[in-house]
């Protein structure tokens, strides 16, 4: 790469950064907002769980495994349909964020079932003997014991995230991936992919570290 | 005053059913201590879980007051768990709050103000001698301090009832000192009627007044601790004279019998009185004396004259004894 091409490419670099922190970022929400929620209901459903319900536990469990069965590259092309529906366009990175969303959601809840399975069976009874509902038990309870795991979890759905945006972005989803394959591939400046990559690094590691630091500070064992 | 009445427990299991309380019936007069002495896999926890309202009896039922509480459902559940405060083996604290957000926990649960909560907090904090450990975390408490935190936290929402399910079986013999003397202070300063559960013979005979003990599910013996003590035959009894039940019953053609004193019986020199009145020889096999609760309990096995038997019987009755013969 030449000390022209670095000029060239160094605007457009920073910009893709941003795109795939953004797609990351908002699919990262959308993923705790509604996979908690998820992950809560797989366990307490679950069989020993706060309110267990083989029906609803297999329905769930069902739906989530299929989810997270799909390769990612074949889901993101199955629901092309909800994708139009839910932000009006099939490309750029808000159309990546959608099939993001969609693949982390019953990846996370699965951690955060095994986080909660975690929560020593005597807390959550001493819970109960106060007198707590069960929606004190999941809030004030279950959660807070297992928040460490939950973040912990969570980098782990963060990290992988990151990865599939580069794969989003290699089918005309915005952000590395896409600057990657376009520039770097089509166009053989293989320096740009490898910058790429080596952001791609840093991010991850930062993400990594970011989120082990979090979960110790959340640990009080 | 609760009463437990003929409360089965029945867990159906995919290889049979397991009768884990077979009729139990057990008082707890309101302000006492009482204990529930037995050994693993007895039900002493099943009982307990029934009476904490966390586990429902297949039959019977707990009567606290006159209400029986068994039968209850939805909010009046939860409203009548909160009037029952529960220590646990292993403690139980919440790792993600510290010593005050544990403490505060039942009355956060109540829907008591903030305000209002700190007050308490610091109150029950004193009282266990923990205020300075207020922002400190579960972890970083040795084993008695985090049970203090323990019984602190199930006082918080000022219960009337206090269950304690091995409160001191995870702590050395010095710290379980120590929190069955908080245990009865609490007893005495707040009034506050506690159940104890446990193994060990000790803790019933330091802090309870009356103990009831549990054999397979059912009540083998119950009443106040010192009579207990002086009963043969009750695991109470031969745990606390191992020396009788590892004495001889050979009695070389004479009598053995068992003799317990209670109270004033123990302070009398009935032995002498015996051998006077019978002119024969009396031969003490084994014996001990022990202060249960303030009271003096005595258990001796001796060997008798077969011709004074009936003699020395009379009089040790007489003087308040109890007297089995052995052999
Ligand atoms: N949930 C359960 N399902 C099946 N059986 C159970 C269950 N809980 C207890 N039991 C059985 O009931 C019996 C009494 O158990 P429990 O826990 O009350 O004994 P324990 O006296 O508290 O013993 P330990 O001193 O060991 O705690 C045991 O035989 C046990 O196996
Ligand atoms: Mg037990």
Same mark, same amino acid.
């Given at each position: 790469m030449t000390g022209e091409g670095w000029d060239r490419w160094a605007p457009e670099l920073w910009q893709a950064t941003l795109e795939t922190l953004a797609i990351v970022g908002i699919a990262g929400v959308v993923t705790v907002l509604l996979g908690l929620p998820l992950g809560v209901a797989l366990s307490v459903t679950g069989? %020993? +769980?706060l309110t267990p319900s083989r029906t609803v536990s297999r329905v769930l469990g069902a739906v989530v495994d299929i989810g997270r069965s799909i390769p990612f590259i074949i889901l993101m092309i199955a629901i092309v349909p909800f994708t139009r529906l839910v932000? %009006?366009?099939?490309? +750029?990175s808000s159309a990546a964020a959608v099939p993001l969303t969609v693949a982390a959601i019953p990846f996370f809840a699965r951690l955060v079932e095994a986080a909660l399975r975690e929560v020593s069976p005597g807390v959550v009874d001493a819970g109960a003997s106060m007198g707590a509902s069960r929606r004190q038990l999941i809030v004030k309870v279950l959660v807070p014991e297992a928040l460490p795991s939950i973040v912990a979890g969570l980098t782990v759905t963060v990290v992988a995230m990151i990865g599939y945006t580069a794969m989003a972005g290699a089918v005309g989803g915005g952000g590395l991936g896409e600057l990657a394959v376009s520039y770097g591939y089509h166009r053989f400046e293989t320096g740009v992919t490898w910058v790429t990559v080596a952001i791609l690094v840093v991010v991850v590691k930062a993400v990594q570290t970011a989120g082990d630091l979090c979960a110790r500070r959340l640990s009080h064992r | 005053m609760i009463s437990i009445r003929e409360l089965r427990k029945v867990y159906p299991t995919p290889t049979g059913d397991v009768v884990a309380l077979d009729g139990v019936d057990i008082d707890v007069p309101t302000g006492r201590v009482a204990g529930v002495l037995g050994r693993s896999g007895a039900g002493k926890s099943t009982l307990l879980r029934c009476v904490s309202l966390l586990d429902r009896p297949t039959s019977g039922s707990v009567l606290v007051d006159g209400a029986d509480l068994s039968g209850l459902s939805g909010a009046d559940l939860l409203a009548a768990r909160r009037r029952i405060g529960n220590v646990f083996q292993r403690f139980? @604290? @919440? *790792?993600?709050?510290t010593v005050a957000g544990n403490v505060a926990l039942p009355l956060e649960l109540a829907g008591e103000p903030r305000s209002r909560r700190a007050a308490r907090v610091d109150e029950l904090l004193e009282l266990v001698g923990l205020s300075d450990k207020k922002?400190?975390?579960? #972890?970083? @408490?040795s084993g008695g301090q985090q049970q203090r935190v323990g019984v602190a936290r199930a006082l918080a929402a000022r219960p009337d009832l206090l269950l304690c399910d091995e #409160?001191?079986?995870?702590?050395d013999p010095e710290t379980t000192r120590s929190v069955l003397a908080l245990l009865r202070r609490v007893n005495e300063e707040l009034g506050v009627t506690i159940v104890l559960i446990t193994h060990e013979m000790d803790v019933v005979t330091t802090v309870c007044d009356t103990a009831a003990i549990l054999e397979k599910g059912t009540v083998a013996a119950s009443g106040p601790v010192a009579e207990l003590a002086a009963t043969p035959g009750t695991m109470l009894s031969d745990g606390l004279f191992p020396q009788l039940g590892a004495a *001889?019953?050979?009695g070389d053609g004479r009598a053995v019998l068992d003799v317990s004193f209670l109270g004033d019986a123990a302070d009398r020199p009935l032995l002498s009185e015996a051998i006077r009145a019978t002119d024969g020889d009396v031969t003490i096999l084994a014996g001990g004396v022990e202060t249960v609760r303030g009271s003096r309990v005595g258990r001796l096995r001796v060997a008798v004259d077969t011709t004074a038997v009936s003699e020395a019987t009379k009089v040790l009755r007489t003087g308040g004894a109890r007297v089995e013969a052995v052999a």
């Open positions: 069989p %020993g +769980g932000v %009006g366009t099939t490309i +750029g | 139980n @604290l @919440l *790792d993600s709050r922002s400190s975390y579960p #972890a970083q @408490l #409160a001191t079986s995870a702590l *001889d019953v050979a």
